[in-house]
């Protein structure tokens, strides 16, 4: 049988922990085998001189979200939601000086 199928029997049977313990065997080999992969394609670009691969994302997208659909005063008035915060933390700063300059 393989790793796979003791996990799964392991599992139906309820011994979780020998379940558990061949997943962790199966998830390090996987783990394992990429790192590999990953080496053999580094040493490759080192040593031969290889290009390294380049993912191509297509960042156009005919779909419109609304996120792309904001007007003017929405920008404005987030804007201005912003800075609210700000002002009344710059009054509560001034009003903690003036009640240091009284002493």
């Not at 590999?36 to 080192?46: G, P």
């Amino acid at each position: 049988m393989t790793m796979t199928t003791d996990m799964i029997q392991n599992a139906l049977n309820k011994d979780y922990n020998k379940a558990n313990e061949i997943f962790g065997e199966i998830m390090t080999q996987r783990v394992n085998d990429a790192l590999d992969q990953e080496k053999i394609k580094l040493a490759d670009q080192i040593y031969n001189g290889a290009e390294e691969e380049q993912l191509e994302l297509d960042l156009e997208d005919d779909d419109v979200g609304e996120e792309d659909n904001i007007t003017q005063s929405d920008e404005e008035s987030e804007t201005e939601t912003l800075q609210e915060p700000d002002n009344d933390a710059e009054l509560e700063m001034g009003d903690e000086d003036s009640e240091d300059d009284d002493s």
